[in-house]
């Protein structure tokens, strides 16, 4: 009896698990992502079912045509989604062997499920599969689950500005007795013709507390420390609410965010005189789930688009080398939101793996900087160590005579992306920021960027006597010799177009002094550079 039972405790297990022994023949079969959730593990490879359940997807078929041989599967696409098994198992040349184990990269992507899962030609070749246990609730059942409490924060009363359009913010305090895990949220008191959006942004906790009291008017834009969007609802969305994944929750309390900034807008074109009690819901449980959520911020600075023109974009990434040192782990998208100012257009997130888009995310071809559109994903937006995130956005600047340059100021510009995801712990350094089009995280990770690295341009100035140029900082004006001397310095890559202009503002913060020697050198001699610069260039093309 007792052998009986063992035995149909094993056909149970493999019947639930598959073969574990099937993942051994395969490259990272033990490591597989799920394409329905990429932060979990889909264990049953050759199967539709993430545990080894369900009928064979055609992997698991070409798995036992070929008797189990890797070498002769490698090369096959068997789920047809244009990436052959090799290049989804992380073995793109085929080396891989039961006796070479380590000549694998990570496995990028699964190779018996079409991916994206719920495009139309992957969702015809999938077959049975189904995504539905990872789709965010629509009806958010989990708001009813023990222990939850709503937690209310609204405006008194207030009296809406008489103007076309207003911002209105508030700090509020959240309770900090133990940790909670936001896990939805919901409009209040949302039906008033002038209310246009409400937002909820989350306030660095490492920063010191916010003391302000009162409602107050704000920038269109937040700023630091409160820009962590934890809930957002345009005039669309009031009625439905936003709500996490069953596992997720955003972490407040104790050891996660203890402040919010919560901001209303208003459209009172008629300067109607009127009153409102409108505010948010935040549904908050001390039964903390699997998954925190975390904020991740892309954003391109210090760019400047020309006037006068009826589309131009700017763009920046997080490059793969970046993504795949930040990310212990795949992450997954739950939100995002754009942000831009008065004359952006378009904006989207690419998400590009093996050299080709993989998902366009955020991608709205109709911007409104009053009502941007709110992206909430009711399926999974997968990103995996190693995928390049590009951040590009449009403006129209026909009616703009100068350039418009970046910044907070009444005519600048931004380019930014704001998105909720989860693992939090996945993903290290989750805020990827360009100067121009040089992405930051690149320099600090050691990467070259246009020939420089940051490591290499810092050994230099404390050894290459190139660099030295303390005889030119010490002078009012730019001397031939010094001219001469400045225009070999920024000949190189570091001090060349863009890099120059980034390393001009980190010489303004670094604490370096031979930093700083030089650029009182390069500074002084910029005008007599450009000047010289341009009449090269002209005389060039005149000889052309």
Known sequence: MMRALVLLSLHLLTDIWGWPSFNDYIPNGDKVPNPCNPSLIWYGVGHLGAHGSGPRNQFGKDFLKANKKWEDICRLDSDGDGQYNGLELGDPNCEWSTTNRNLTLPAFSHPGICEPWDSPRCLAMNGSLDCDADKVSTKCEQIDEPGVKKYDMFLNNYSIPLKEWSFVCRIFNLPTNKDYHVIASKPINHQHKLLKKVAVYGCNPNMERITRLGVFECSSIIAKPCQDLIAIMTTDQMDQGNCFPRDVGLQIGKTGYKQILMKWTFVNPRKEQSVTQAGMSLFITPNLKKYNAGVAILEETHFSVPGNLPSYSVSSACPSSCTQLQMRSPVTIVAGVNVMRHYGVKQRVDVERNDRIYNSITNDTSYDVFDPTVFWYTTPVPVLPGDMLKLTCEYNTMNVRSDVNWGMGPNQELCKTILIFYPKENWDDHHCESFKNIPLCALEIGDSVFGCTYGGFMTALNSNPLYDLT???????????????????????????DMYELWKLMARSLRNNKLITLFKALVTCEERYTTTLLGTRSQSHGRG
Do not use: H, N, W, Y
């Not at 005889?471 to 177009?497: F, H, N, Y």
């Open 471 to 497: 005889k030119c900082s010490i002078l009012s004006t730019c001397t031939d010799e010094c001219l001469q001397r400045v225009t070999a310095v920024r000949g190189t890559p570091c001090l060349s177009g």
